[in-house]
């Protein structure tokens, strides 16, 4: 059974920093891309940025130049750094499992895990 | 930059209808759209990519049809617990963009 668990959310002020993390299993977690999506309250989802199986990277504008997305695939753990938080980057952020090695639409999803950046 | 139109943004149906949602890509060239599901409180569920479903367990109740760049998610036959935001996906030269959602409404 796929499992993605996502932890390393919470509170921060603006302009600092955190690092989020999706523990895989169930999955040969090193032959597939992966993906981080979040939800803003109120709002619909939005793609933060992927990773393919050979670690080729891509950001949506709204967090590229402040985040990096890397893996450690002999662990099989998903991680996405973010520094100068702003209000907006306020979101329950959900790692998920794309359906092969490039990235492409998203098959497994974790249960997010939430961001408040506030003062 | 590629844009993705999802339309209607809202529609309200009764039990038992039958609804359409339409995304259209403003770029691309396969047919990458993923369609998922949204409640309050849950992670995304994951419904067709393409024309099959992504999981098992995604009712016969959901079909996708279309090419190229405008696809057209129908649900048959509602049922209450398909009330919830349905959003399309595209995946593009490696960049990812989501539909801005429907959300389904009880009439």
């Known amino acids: 059974e796929v499992q993605l668990l996502e932890s390393g959310g919470g509170l921060v002020q603006p302009g600092g920093s955190l690092r989020l993390s999706c523990a895989a299993s169930?999955?040969?977690?090193?032959?597939?891309?992966m993906t981080w999506v979040r939800q803003a309250p109120g709002r619909g989802l939005e793609w933060v940025s992927s990773?393919?199986?050979?670690?080729?990277?891509s950001y949506a504008d709204s967090v590229k130049g402040r985040s990096a997305i890397s893996r450690d695939n002999s662990k099989g753990i998903l991680f996405l750094e973010m520094n100068t938080l702003r209000a907006d980057d306020t979101a329950i952020y959900y790692c998920?499992?794309?359906?092969?090695?490039?990235?492409?639409?998203?098959?497994?999803w974790g249960q997010g895990t939430p961001v408040t950046v506030s003062s | 930059a590629i844009q993705m139109t999802q339309s209607p943004p809202s529609l309200s149906a009764s039990v038992g209808d039958t609804v359409s949602i339409t995304c259209r890509a403003s770029q691309g060239f396969r047919n990458d759209f993923g369609w998922y599901q949204l409640k309050p409180g849950q992670p995304p569920k994951s419904l067709i990519y393409v024309i099959s479903p992504l999981q098992s367990g995604v009712s016969s109740r959901f079909s996708v049809t279309g090419a190229g760049t405008n696809f057209t998610l129908t649900i048959s036959s509602l049922q209450p617990e398909d009330f919830a935001t349905y959003f399309c996906l595209h995946d593009y030269d490696g960049l990812l963009i989501f539909g801005g959602g429907t959300k389904v409404e009880i009439k």
């Open positions: 998920a499992k794309s359906l092969g090695p490039v990235v492409n639409t998203l098959e497994y």
């Open positions: 169930g999955f040969r977690f090193r032959k597939y891309a």
């Open positions: 990773i393919s199986d050979s670690g080729s990277t």
